[in-house]
């Protein structure tokens, strides 16, 4: 088959949150992406990628068409202002204000009555926020975190409800993927294969603590991944 | 209309829990299903083992060959 039919498909997307490298500019993470692979950015507000949340940016028209998959808002009660930057720059706010999921899912529709689009990100056990999306308009996205979140049991309540989510945000993966041994990612990921999730699943570092891990894991040669293509001595150890 | 296409992304995923994965999810096939593995290296090892374990029941179609990543098309022929 060639590769020109993977046009056809809708495609679960791997991508990365700039909160992975939030001093680097937009166009280091644009090559980033591309270059290692990965097809979903995530650009976190106050991060350094440059991109302002008001405006169009001047970058816009030569960023590969669907590369931005989320626009992070830690702080989303401008509900105009960011509605013209999920227009804009043709991606969701990713709504994760502190405070219930509640809120979050009001401010998420206050952004869409502006027209914007916004998904409310849904943090913790999904047993306890799960009937509050169920019939959440347009979506939600989902913060996955292994080290607070039975993954399997959580894949199968939330695959198996009314509404799947639309963002998947993943926290740990890349450098960090080696303390999370043991915790079931496999599972998680095996099952959103067999659910055909078809939206974005990014990474993000679970605390700055490891920021210069991160950072020498985008500047590898060689390739992205959990490390397990080849030994890479320049590496930053984690433990 | 776009089709939605399973897909396994193994990138995230430890190292020992990479082939236990994809086994996994190949056996939750039904005959003519199939699934997207995605990986950064060619998973030529895997294909032996697919080989060995699951003899003339798996397809194996490359759909993208690097040199950042691989696509490779898995799915069941047979019973």
Same mark, same amino acid.
């Given at each position: 088959?060639?590769?020109?039919?993977?046009?056809?498909?809708?495609?679960?997307?791997?991508?990365?949150?700039?909160?992975?490298?939030?001093?680097?500019?937009?166009?280091?993470?644009?090559?980033?992406?591309?270059?290692?692979?990965?097809?979903?950015?995530?650009?976190?507000?106050?991060?350094?990628?440059?991109?302002?949340?008001?405006?169009?940016?001047?970058a816009q028209t030569s960023l590969?068409?669907?590369?931005?998959?989320?626009?992070?808002?830690?702080?989303?009660?401008?509900?105009?202002?960011?509605?013209?930057?999920?227009?804009?720059?043709?991606?969701?706010?990713?709504?994760?204000?502190?405070?219930?999921?509640?809120?979050?899912?009001?401010?998420?529709?206050?952004?869409?009555?502006?027209?914007?689009?916004?998904?409310?990100?849904?943090?913790?056990?999904?047993?306890?926020?799960?009937?509050?999306?169920?019939?959440?308009?347009?979506?939600?996205?989902?913060? +996955?975190?292994? #080290?607070?979140?039975? *993954? %399997?049991?959580?894949?199968?309540? /939330?695959?198996? !409800?009314?509404?799947? =989510?639309? @963002?998947?945000?993943f926290i740990g993966g890349g450098?960090?993927?080696?303390?999370?041994?043991?915790?079931?990612?496999? +599972?998680?990921? #095996?099952?959103?294969? *067999? %659910?055909?999730?078809?939206?974005? /699943?990014?990474? !993000?570092?679970?605390? =700055?603590? @490891?920021?210069?891990?991160?950072?020498?894991?985008?500047?590898?040669?060689?390739?992205?991944?959990?490390?397990?293509? +080849?030994?890479?001595?320049?590496?930053?150890?984690?433990? | 209309?776009?089709?939605?296409?399973?897909?396994?992304?193994?990138?995230?995923?430890?190292?020992?829990?990479?082939?236990?994965?994809?086994?996994?999810?190949?056996?939750?096939?039904?005959?003519?299903?199939?699934?997207?593995?995605?990986?950064?290296h060619d998973p030529k090892p895997?294909?032996?083992?697919?080989?060995?374990?699951?003899?003339?029941?798996?397809?194996?179609?490359?759909?993208?060959?690097?040199?950042?990543?691989?696509?490779?098309?898995?799915?069941?022929?047979?019973?």
């Amino acid at each position: 088959m060639a590769r020109a039919d993977l046009a056809d498909w809708r495609l679960m997307r791997l991508g990365l949150s700039s909160a992975a490298a939030a001093d680097v500019e937009l166009a280091d993470l644009v090559q980033a992406c591309t270059q290692r692979g990965l097809s979903a950015l995530e650009l976190r507000e106050e991060d350094a990628h440059g991109v302002a949340f008001a405006d169009v940016p001047a970058a816009q028209t030569s960023l590969p068409a669907g590369l931005i998959a989320g626009l992070y808002a830690r702080e989303s009660t401008d509900a105009v202002r960011l509605a013209r930057a999920a227009v804009a720059l043709r991606a969701p706010v990713i709504v994760a204000d502190e405070g219930t999921a509640a809120r979050r899912v009001r401010l998420a529709r206050s952004i869409a009555a502006s027209g914007g689009g916004a998904l409310p990100l849904m943090r913790g056990p999904a047993r306890d926020w799960l009937d509050g999306v169920a019939d959440q308009d347009p979506g939600y996205a989902w913060e +996955v975190d292994p #080290g607070i979140t039975d *993954l %399997a049991r959580d894949a199968d309540l /939330v695959l198996r !409800a009314v509404r799947a =989510p639309d @963002y998947i945000r993943f926290i740990g993966g890349g450098p960090e993927a080696a303390l999370q041994e043991g915790r079931g990612i496999g +599972v998680l990921m #095996g099952r959103l294969a *067999l %659910a055909g999730y078809d939206g974005a /699943v990014v990474l !993000a570092p679970s605390s =700055p603590r @490891y920021r210069v891990a991160w950072s020498s894991w985008l500047g590898r040669r060689g390739g992205w991944g959990c490390g397990s293509k +080849v030994a890479d001595a320049a590496l930053v150890r984690l433990y | 209309m776009a089709e939605t296409q399973r897909v396994l992304d193994v990138r995230v995923i430890p190292p020992r829990e990479k082939h236990p994965t994809i086994f996994q999810t190949f056996a939750a096939l039904a005959p003519g299903e199939s699934f997207v593995l995605v990986n950064d290296h060619d998973p030529k090892p895997l294909r032996y083992q697919f080989e060995f374990e699951h003899a003339g029941r798996f397809g194996w179609d490359y759909l993208e060959q690097g040199p950042a990543v691989w696509r490779v098309q898995i799915s069941r022929t047979g019973a």
